[in-house]
């Protein structure tokens, strides 16, 4: 039978595109977000006692996916995006129900317009996700060290040193009043080099685009390190 379920609320992230946003939670360390309550779950009452607890899981819909059609093979991209798996062999965006969970960091509740909203970091999420539901992450049991991960056992190996053109820090230097810890944040995203694989075979010195905040960040690969070009306004 169809299951009916309502988003509880949603969050709001810096990532807003799915490009450089990091492909597992707790990679960007930096990267904060707020999850905002929808009418009926915005009541202190749903949240009290949450400050017990370090991390949080977030289940979650892939909005933007929700209306495309589901393959049951995937290309994973830690396979260098050519190999095939099942899609529930993996985490890809593309799902039969469009779900996710993710575990991040429980930073502070604050009020905001005498409601409450929970401050959260490390996501994988893009800005706007419906959330579903929200847990505490329980070490003892969500924590199982002898797990084994097939072809996503070790994390990812920052490969790319991250440098600002004089430009780019002047830029910076202006925008991070608006955004504590950006150079940061832009430091953590691009030394995982988010380029699709088949570009980094490639050598090319195009310019890069991504979208964080309010802001358009430039950047290309020059010599296996990333160089911010340009941060301006979007």
Not at 51 to 65: A, K, N
Not at 87 to 92: D, H, Y
Not at 149 to 158: D, I, L, R, S, V
């Amino acid at each position: 039978m169809p299951i009916e379920i309502s988003p509880i609320g949603h969050i709001n992230t810096p990532y807003k595109e799915k490009f450089t946003i990091p492909r597992q939670p707790g990679l960007v360390t930096a990267a904060m977000g707020q999850i905002t309550f929808a009418p009926g779950f915005n009541s202190a009452d749903f949240i009290r006692g949450i400050e017990q607890f370090s991390h949080l899981w977030l289940v979650f819909q892939f909005h933007q996916t929700a209306n495309k059609s589901t393959s049951p093979l995937v290309r994973p991209p830690r396979l260098g995006g050519n190999e095939k798996v099942g899609v529930f062999a993996s985490r890809s965006t593309h799902r039969p129900n469009n779900l996710g969970i993710s575990a991040v960091k429980f930073e502070e509740v604050i009020l905001v317009n005498s409601q409450s909203r929970i401050v959260v970091s490390g996501m994988d999420l893009l800005d706007n996700t419906p959330i579903i539901d929200i847990k505490p992450y329980i070490p003892y049991s969500d924590s199982i060290p002898y797990a084994e991960a097939g072809y996503g056992q070790t994390k990812p190996q920052e490969t790319l040193a991250v440098t600002f053109s004089q430009s780019a820090r002047e830029q910076l230097a202006i925008y991070q009043q608006q955004h504590p810890r950006l150079d940061i944040l832009i430091e953590q995203i691009l030394s995982q080099d988010p380029r699709p694989a088949y570009h980094k075979t490639k050598t090319s010195d195009r310019l890069y685009g991504v979208a964080l905040y309010d802001l358009n960040i430039q950047w290309r690969v020059l010599q296996n390190a990333c160089v911010v070009e340009q941060i301006s306004k979007l």
